[in-house]
């Protein structure tokens, strides 16, 4: 079975059942590719926001500390 069509599938379900598809796979990956020692994220407590609120999950890329950084520079520069 090809990929194209495992989602042409997916795509026929109910949101709902789509929903559950997509965390039960975004476990597994998280699963598969977290560094030993992680701690293992809660993907079950995801269940309850807001589907709009799930569909942001993972769009926003946490910031490095330079980004921190930068950013602290920036507020000390603008309230001082």
Do not use: C
Not at 6 to 24: F, K
């Amino acid at each position: 079975m090809r990929v194209q069509d495992i989602e042409n599938q997916a795509l026929q379900l109910p949101i709902g059942d789509r929903w559950r598809l997509v965390q039960s796979l975004l476990s597994s990956i998280q699963q598969e590719t977290l560094e030993p020692g992680s701690p293992t994220p809660n993907v079950d407590a995801l269940t309850d926001l807001d589907p709009w609120t799930q569909s942001l999950i993972g769009v926003v890329q946490l910031g490095t500390e330079a980004d921190t950084e930068s950013y602290v520079n920036y507020l000390e520069n603008k309230y001082s």
